[in-house]
């Protein structure tokens, strides 16, 4: 099958060219047309610099669009890219640009670049425009982009998907959004979120909708007035997003029909909150890099109170015990973590999440957390031992991390520790310094000893 990743995107808006595809609220607003013209010239820059094609594309760019413009752009002109957080460091990007060998870095000032790899920033690539026509086109099934994620062992790991993973999408537009080409989707995270940039971004324009991002500076409780000015019709965010908003007056909001929630667990009482307050549902997603999402509530099954929700249609799953499993030939599936070069392809017929579950009787499934240590505060998915190996030089006797619920609902990042008390100041520069923000500890909490069993491990849940 002839497909591409960009042009299955935004093939839909050239039918409707005026109508909006993308609003910033006081900043910006573009046509599917200007959407287009912009990733075009985009993929001619990219074209003219005459890479290989499957090259991989390294992003280091804030909250822009400059960020979806660029990726759309690389997956255009043949190439692969590879999004990663503007809050990483410079010590964490160097080291995960040498497991991807990049052969270009777009960075935009101020945000780290890995060490002694080639650079331009977004402006330098745009040139001569690349047709629409002129696209890359090929095997669905090849590479078409690469995201990094955590692994239980701390080092972030390299997940390759195909140009087919957002074909496969589809799935999430009735088994979640209830999505249409009359949306207005409004994602309260930035452009450089890879949640913000599927279910906010990609998805709508696959269907000719509009998607709405907040200016950068927006704050949460000025979202649900902007939900009203902006007439968004589905409002995504973490949890902890919707938690801020409900704290302020609600307006009048006629046109919104539900939220969408991922990033972390959706309480249920939270979803009883926003009910009431909005007069419509939140359905909550869970997914991973691996998989996107892949279970969820939607429109027309909402996920009964504590549970996540229901099977997309046409995935197929299967729960081993309290293990959830996903076939290996769910096209959303990733090709393999990527490792010397290449794509290490799941064995067998079913991949591992690595979740615990269990199903209530009509099929819908509760999720119970993971089997690794991977924590969650704020949405971010965080290695444990990845923050403790940045810690461990700090003038301590031993040291753990764990999330804490602080008043108000939020789950945050802590830092337990045995020793004499910190300079907390040097100990949060010592952990900005060699950590991203959403990685470094928010509290710092002093004890006399770590919980630990016989053999010495760590009993990380006894923590708080």
């Not at 307050?277 to 999402?293: F, I, R």
């Not at 429109?299 to 197929?316: K, L, N």
């Amino acid at each position: 099958m002839s497909f591409n990743l960009a042009a299955h995107v935004l093939g839909p808006g050239r039918a409707r060219p005026d109508h909006p595809a993308l609003i910033v609220p006081g900043t910006l607003r573009l046509t599917h047309a200007a959407l287009l013209r912009a990733v075009e010239a985009r993929a001619g820059g990219f074209r003219a610099r005459a890479l290989p094609q499957g090259a991989r594309i390294l992003l280091r760019l804030g909250n822009t669009p400059d960020f979806p413009i660029t990726y759309l752009a690389a997956c255009a002109a043949g190439l692969v890219p590879v999004p990663t957080s503007a809050q990483l460091t410079a010590s964490e990007i160097t080291e995960m640009a040498a497991r991807v060998t990049p052969a270009l870095t777009v960075a935009e000032q101020g945000i780290a670049v890995p060490e002694d790899l080639r650079q331009v920033s977004p402006a330098d690539l745009d040139a001569a425009p690349l047709s629409f026509e002129a696209w890359h086109r090929g095997d669905e099934n090849r590479l078409g982009y690469i995201v990094f994620t955590s692994g239980s062992g701390g080092v972030p790991k390299a997940v390759a998907h195909a140009h087919r993973a957002v074909r496969a999408r589809a799935m999430m537009h009735d088994g979640w959004y209830g999505l249409t080409r009359d949306d207005r989707v409004l994602h309260a995270g930035a452009f450089n979120w890879t949640y913000t940039l599927g279910t906010g971004l990609l998805d709508p324009w696959s269907v000719g909708a509009t998607a709405i991002i907040p200016a950068e500076d927006t704050r949460a409780e000025a979202l649900p007035d902007l939900i009203a000015r902006e007439e968004a019709t589905i409002f995504a965010a973490a949890p902890g997003v919707f938690r801020r908003m409900l704290r302020t007056e609600w307006p009048a909001t006629p046109r919104l029909r539900h939220g969408l929630s991922a990033g972390e667990r959706l309480p249920p009482a939270l979803r009883r909150d926003w009910q009431v307050a909005t007069g419509t549902d939140v359905h909550e997603a869970l997914g991973m890099s691996e998989c996107s999402t892949f279970i969820s509530g939607a429109p027309d099954r909402p996920a009964p109170e504590g549970s996540t929700g229901y099977p997309q249609p046409g995935r197929r799953i299967r729960i081993d015990g309290d293990r959830l499993l996903v076939a290996t030939d769910d096209p959303g599936l990733m090709l393999g973590y990527w490792q010397d070069g290449a794509p290490v392809t799941p064995a067998g017929d079913w991949f591992d999440t690595g979740d615990r579950v269990h199903a209530l009787p009509d099929g819908a499934i509760i999720h119970e957390g993971r089997r690794d240590d991977l924590l969650n505060p704020g949405g971010y998915r965080v290695s444990p031992q990845e923050v403790e190996a940045a810690l461990a030089d700090l003038p301590v006797a031993d040291v753990a991390v764990g999330t804490v619920q602080v008043a108000g609902g939020a789950i945050v990042l802590a830092a337990y520790y045995v020793g004499p008390p910190l300079d907390e100041a040097a100990a949060n520069a010592h952990a900005a310094a060699r950590l991203a923000r959403y990685k470094q500890p928010r509290l710092w909490l002093r004890r006399d000893a770590l919980p630990r069993n016989a053999n010495g491990k760590l009993i990380r849940r006894a923590l708080a």
